[in-house]
């Protein structure tokens, strides 16, 4: 009865009485637990047949029936391939979708249709035994016995596995493993099935997944949506009453209601999220990017709706919680699966549509969406699935992939209705309505035809036959080959670069043969990208009105494989009475950084129909990090020890951007702009002009080579050296070199003259940023520069004297003596002008300057920075024009009336032995105050300004000047306080060069209603600096034993930190880009809510950033520590020669932030603490810098700082006096200074 039992597959009622006789005692518990267990696994309650069956099985010990196991298999299988679909989607949409702005991916899960899949053991035929190996000789791990299933029985295979060990192995029963056969395919047929039979294997059966059950579904995320191609759509598939119910739900209603088999919705962290920590290696990983939810459709539809700030996650380490700043919808993007659906996307979001089968209905909102749509199953179908998308608001996309070869696609975004026709000539529609871009994805045996529309659309059609239409716009137009035109607009093409293995099946006798065509019948310019080299260009030329580039190239493979691709760029000549005139220019740029622009001219009727030399001038714009060698007079550029010769269809145009240059001129005249600072340059005979790359940053030495320069060639030869943004007063000369020197004296720039013959040297000039013209002087062991024109000095006659600009005075002050003078100052550095005795003119347009007049009837006028204009014998009329100008005005020299025209700036008026009140004077609608010395020997007329916010002359009393100066100085009038301010500001210029002099400096304490005399005390051991400091000290230099630095200003500083011990802060709450800098000493550096610059060139010390784009450097070549921590900015970390190995501390009881600790050879570590809530650093290695040679890393960062002071300077030098800084503010950016300067690091 027993075995009756087991085996039977339906029970009789009198098997269920002597079987239950036999259930007793713990037999029956089991029994029934045995029950329970499997209706749990399968989800549903067993019949009471099936409940018996398997509890007797149970009791006996018997596993579960057969037709339980099949169940088991079937409902594993089924979840099996749900998940399996969910995580290849959710794989796509986190590598493709992810990093693009899409932070929630929700799926419609279909469920799979899963038949048996029949499995086989081997055994042998004379006998029961099994073959039990599954070894194979020779096996492809990535073939089809690369996975081979087993159970107690033995291994088991798949139809397709057994014929494939049929057709090509043999079994060696004394080895026990199966090995290559060389006989045929037929002898192992015969000789497998002569010793094997195959026995199905029993169950657990297994399941294949052969589709997906159809789920039509409606979800409505904006109600607010309407249109006549909806109502076509829902007409059609008679879809409006359901549609209007399930407008009418809410969300949760509509996602709890859904036909699909499961819901499930993917939600990132935030924007920040990364797969791979870009601190270090590819292998460690961030596992957790967000959250999932399965079935849960009340959930889902409260994250889907919700505009609350969400909690910020981010780093190794997930702990602790930080909002976003800005409450919104998050982008999402969709894959409802198969069926007919219809999906209403956010309307305030982006919305991305993943579709792969089934007729569908989308619909975006007003921000950029997308259709990714696939045709990997269309083309097999007997049903033609219909795409209906409405990009709604935006600039919307479609992309088609997965495209059959052989097809033919018609897109317009003009009509709606756009076609792809399969191989087989069936048809499948695709509705657009508010779409300007489409990408398709297929290769080239399929052709597609773009139309579109006025938007400026970009059309990109892959490896395709390409026939685009662009229409209004400017456009894009990406393709390989074919025919676009892209109509109205300032149009763009991109000719992609044709993939060998994409194209096999074309060749003819290793032959491939292309044409692209870009037609334009509109007047102007366009930009033509190739996806070719220079070199690969072998002819240029004009045919009729046509320019036609003949490209050729090698497969990488096979050197006799060849394509050869024509473009034909249209209409680049139109035909007029005269012959052809220029009508369409094509600006061509290559792979490997040319560009070629036509240098056609019109032509006439004579000209020939075909015209192939000089066609283009080529230029390379590859990148200044490059080393070029040029060779004018063979006409070869050599890019990185790639060489290029010049074309016969065009002519190189060379510049001298780059790391390095080597260059050689041709005998006739050479022009070469932006001479990089690191070059040798062969001299050749000619008129030559160079022009020296104006960069500020970098230090370097620029060599002139004249060993091709022969004395002979004297009448033959002149060079001029062109330094924009320099000082040519400032040239140092040094034995054979010239040199430029910064604030600091640092050397900026040597200029090197080599195997100079003589007489030739006086034909080399210099021209500097101001236009003045020097002439170097040669000598035999040194060299000499002088001015083209010089400036003549003061006399006791009437002089005129003018004063270039950039002039540096040999002396203190430029004292004119006697004489009627006029002085023109344009020097813009400020002067100390005394005119001296006479009626004199002073007129001064730039620069902080000390202007008196002296005695006589003078005119005095400044310029549009702060001036101190003096005043005290004769009749004077003064206006310092632009800044915030001061006026010293003494009444009891001598007689005469001082006036005051000044109209511009907050000026400060000082008059000493006067009287307090005044007199208010009317005259032809202007308003002055007259004002009275004591001894009545003097008056001060005041013109007061009209209702001007931006203005004001304010007027204070003295009796003295300030007690700290001279005595004589108190009694002998204007003359001796001009010589006094002479005199300090060269003793403050040699003790503190990087300080700014201004002479109201020396007037400290004179005032308290003087902005100088709140000037910055550097000298203290704590330095506190107020938010209302104004804008002068923005370099500061810690020196002694310690000293610190809190700065509240938000100005934006350079710091120098070179005090044994120290700290240069930034408060919390404190804007302003700063740069930190601390050599070798034990200092703290504290950036702010800037972009700071981090530099730590030797010191042991924290680094900490508060907020924004900061960008730290650490040299690696100095034993010590840093420790870095990232609270919050988006950090770049720049680590000059440190390991790239890495090792990783885990948070613990002391921090909760994951430690990376990087060490260098030399004995430096650097700890960098990544906090919960921050945004993970970018480290970059660096292995040298930009520089010369000779220097060390420690001298190039301590050269950077004090470049970056230098130029920070410039904006004090500029700014003093003037109350409009914000531009000077807005424009200083040290740390895109930085990361230029280290893109060109190696």
């Known amino acids: 009865m027993i075995g009756i039992i087991i085996g039977s597959s339906a029970i009789p009622v009198i098997g269920l009485i002597v079987a239950g006789s036999l259930l007793i005692g713990g037999m029956v518990y089991t029994g029934i637990r045995a029950v329970e267990k499997i209706e749990e696994e399968l989800g549903e309650s067993l019949g009471w047949d099936e409940k018996a069956r398997e509890g007797i099985r149970a009791a006996l010990g018997f596993p579960p029936s057969d037709n339980i196991l099949n169940r088991f298999s079937y409902k594993q299988h089924l979840a099996y391939f749900k998940n399996i679909n969910w995580q290849q989607d959710l794989d796509t949409f986190k590598s493709s979708f992810l990093y693009q702005g899409f932070d929630e991916h929700l799926q419609l899960v279909g469920k799979p249709i899963l038949v048996e899949h029949i499995k086989h053991y081997i055994y042998y035929r004379n006998n029961s035994k099994i073959i039990s190996s599954a070894e194979f000789a020779d096996v492809d791990n990535r073939g089809p016995l690369s996975h081979i299933d087993s159970d107690e029985i033995g291994p088991y295979y798949t139809i397709e596995q057994i014929n494939f060990i049929r057709e090509n192995y043999h079994y060696d029963s004394q080895d026990n493993r199966w090995v290559k056969s060389f006989q045929t395919q037929r002898v192992n047929e015969l000789n497998f099935n002569y010793r094997f039979r195959l026995v199905n294997k029993t169950a657990p059966i297994a399941y294949k997944n052969i589709g997906e059950e159809v789920a039509n579904d409606i979800i409505v995320l904006n109600p607010e949506y309407d249109s006549l191609l909806l109502k076509q759509f829902l007409h059609k598939n008679e879809l409006i009453t359901f549609y209007n119910i399930k407008k009418k739900q809410s969300v949760a209603t509509q996602l709890s209601s859904l036909s699909a088999s499961e819901l499930r919705l993917f939600q990132a962290r935030n924007n920040y999220t990364n797969t791979i920590h870009p601190d270090i290696n590819n292998d460690i990983r961030v596992n957790r990017l967000g959250n999932e939810f399965l079935n849960q459709p009340i959930d889902i539809a409260r994250e889907l709706l919700s505009e609350k700030p969400r909690v910020i996650y981010e780093g190794m380490q997930n702990i602790g919680y930080r909002y976003e700043n800005e409450a919104k919808q998050k982008n999402i993007s969709f894959n409802p699966g198969n069926g007919t659906d219809i999906i209403v996307g956010k309307k305030n979001s982006k919305n991305l549509f993943n579709i792969n089968a089934g007729s569908k209905f989308l619909v975006g909102g007003e921000k950029d969406d997308i259709i990714n749509l696939s045709l990997l199953f269309d083309n097999n179908i ?35 209705t756009s076609e792809v026709t399969f191989i087989n000539h069936k048809v499948k529609k695709i509705h657009l309505r508010n779409v300007n871009d489409v990408m398709l994805i297929g290769d080239s045996s399929t052709i597609a035809e773009l139309l579109g529309n006025k938007e400026s659309n970009t059309l990109d059609v892959g490896a395709m036959t390409a026939f685009i239409q662009g229409m209004e716009g400017d456009d894009q137009l990406i393709f390989e080959s074919g025919i676009v035109n892209g109509g109205e607009g300032n149009d763009s093409y991109f000719l992609r670069r044709v993939d060998w293995h994409n194209n096999q099946d074309e060749l003819n006798d290793n032959l491939l043969e292309l044409s692209a065509v870009i037609i334009e019948n509109t007047q102007g310019q366009s930009r033509v990208n190739l996806g070719y080299m220079l070199s690969e260009i072998k002819d240029a030329s004009i045919s009729g009105n046509d320019l036609i580039l003949n490209i050729e190239i090698k497969s990488a493979e096979s050197e006799t494989k060849i394509l050869t691709l024509n473009v034909t760029l249209k209409n680049t000549y139109k035909i007029d009475n005269n012959g052809r005139e220029i009508f369409h220019r094509y600006q061509l740029y290559t792979k490997d950084g040319f560009v070629l622009n036509t240098k056609l001219n019109h032509l006439d009727s004579s000209a020939s129909h075909i015209i192939s030399e000089n066609i283009f001038n080529i230029t390379y714009q590859g990148g200044a990090s490059s080393t070029i060698s040029i060779d004018e007079s063979e006409k070869t550029i050599s890019v990185d020890n790639k060489i290029y010769g010049q074309p016969l269809w065009g002519d190189f145009k060379f510049h001298g951007l780059a790391s390095k240059l080597e260059y050689k001129g041709k005998s006739n005249d050479d022009h070469l702009l932006m001479v990089s600072r690191n070059s040798h340059i062969m001299v050749t005979k000619g008129r030559d002009v160079y022009q020296v790359n104006p960069d500020q940053i970098f230090q370097g030495k620029i060599i002139f080579d004249f060993s091709n320069i022969k004395p002979e060639m004297e009448d033959e030869f002149d060079m001029t050296i062109l330094l924009p943004y320099e000082n040519g007063f400032d040239i140092k000369t040094l034995g054979t070199s010239m040199f430029l020197y910064d604030k600091f004296s640092n050397e900026k720039i040597e200029i090197s003259f080599i195997n100079l013959s003589y007489p030739i040297s006086k034909e080399i000039y210099i021209k500097d940023g101001h236009a003045n013209l020097f002439r170097i002087k040669m000598g035999q062991d040194s060299h000499n520069i002088e001015p ?151 008056t001060v007329k005041v013109k007061m300004p009209q209702n001007n916010k931006n203005s004001n002359n304010q007027v204070y009393h003295h009796q003295r000047l300030p007690s700290h100066m001279p005595v004589h100085i108190h009694n002998d009038g204007m003359a001796h306080l001009v010589r006094y301010l002479a005199e300090q500001r060269q003793y403050k210029k040699k003790l503190a060069p990087e300080q700014i002099w201004h002479p109201m400096d020396e007037f400290k304490n004179f005032s308290n209603e003087l902005s100088f005399s709140s000037i910055l005390d550097t000298k203290t051991k704590n330095i506190h600096i107020s938010e209302n400091t104004p804008f002068r000290r923005l370099f500061i230099r810690t020196r002694g034993p310690e000293q610190k630095v809190w700065d509240k200003s938000g100005i934006g500083r350079v710091f120098k930190a070179q005090a044994v011990i120290g700290a240069i802060s930034i408060p919390d709450g404190i804007y302003g880009n700063n740069v930190l800098y601390a050599s070798t000493s034990d200092t703290n550096l504290y950036g702010g809510e800037g972009n700071d610059v981090f530099i730590s060139n030797g010191s042991n010390g924290l680094l900490t950033d508060a907020s924004g784009k900061n960008s730290f450097i650490i040299n690696g070549e100095i034993v010590g520590w840093n420790s870095l921590y990232s609270l919050g900015g988006e950090n770049t970390v720049y680590l000059i020669n440190f390991n790239k190995d890495v090792i990783r501390e885990e948070p613990d009881h002391r921090s909760n932030a994951t430690r990376y600790i990087y060490t260098s050879d030399q004995g430096r570590s650097v700890k960098i603490f990544q906090y919960p809530n921050t945004i993970a650093p970018t480290v970059v290695h660096v292995q040298s810098l930009e520089g010369q040679n000779e220097h060390s890393t420690q001298q190039k960062l301590d050269h950077l700082v004090e470049t970056l002071a230098t130029l920070r300077l410039q904006d004090e030098e500029n700014c003093i006096g003037i109350q409009d800084i914000e531009h000077l503010q807005l424009n200083w950016e040290p740390a895109n200074l930085i990361d230029n300067y280290m893109k060109k690091a190696s």
């Open 382 to 416: 007997e049903e033609s699935n219909e795409i209906y998308f409405d990009g709604n608001g935006g600039d919307n996309s479609i992309i088609i992939k997965d495209i059959p070869s052989n097809s033919k696609i018609d897109i317009d975004l003009n009509n709606i």
């Open 788 to 938: 083209i024109e010089c400036l003549e000095l003061p006399t006791v006659n009437n002089d005129y004297i003018k004063i270039p600009k950039g002039y540096n005075f040999r002396y203190p002050i430029l004292d004119t003596n006697n004489g009627d003078d006029l002085i023109e100052d344009n020097s813009m550095i400020g002067n100390i002008i005394n005119s001296g005795e006479g009626n004199d003119i002073i007129i001064s347009n730039g620069g902080g300057n000390v202007l008196y007049g002296g005695n006589g009837d003078d005119y005095v006028y400044g310029g549009e920075n702060s001036d101190l204009i003096l005043s005290d014998l004769g009749n004077d009329k003064l206006d310092g024009q632009g800044g915030d100008d001061h006026y010293l005005i003494d009444g009891s020299k001598g007689g005469g009336n001082t006036e005051i025209l000044d109209q511009v700036g907050f000026n400060n008026i000082h008059l000493f032995n006067f009287k307090t009140q005044y007199e208010v004077i009317e005259e032809r609608e202007d308003t002055y105050h007259l004002y009275t010395s004591q001894s009545n020997l003097r």
